[in-house]
């Protein structure tokens, strides 16, 4: 029904910027309802940033005011422009779209940020 293709990551240094990109495929789904989470191995996910509306979006506090979550509805694509990068932002990235009554989650992407 859905599929969600993530890009965009890869390795930058302290300080550096990433645009990440997450494409959406099929049908019934608005992009109001997507995000990005992150993961590190051994933690638990966690949010990042996602809408919650047509014009308002949530971020959680270690990002606020470096991250920013836009949408290009034509494209069906997401992205989270990520500034300011710090190691602790090292993780692997997932995009998940709500629809159907469920959560699909893209295969991830790798950001991994040097000190």
Do not use: H
């Amino acid at each position: 029904q859905v599929q969600l293709v993530e890009s965009g990551g890869g390795l930058v240094q302290t300080g550096g910027s990433l645009r990440l990109s997450c494409v959406a495929s099929g049908s019934g789904f608005s992009l109001n309802r997507m995000g990005w989470y992150r993961q590190v191995p051994g933690n638990q996910r966690e949010l990042v940033a996602t809408f919650t509306g047509t014009a308002t979006s949530n971020y959680a506090a270690s990002v606020k005011g470096r991250f920013t979550i836009s949408r290009e509805n034509a494209k069906n694509t997401v992205y989270l422009q990520m500034n300011s990068l710090k190691p602790e932002d090292t993780a692997v990235y997932y995009c998940k779209l709500t629809a159907y009554e469920r959560s699909f989650w893209g295969q991830g992407t790798q950001v991994t940020v040097s000190s």
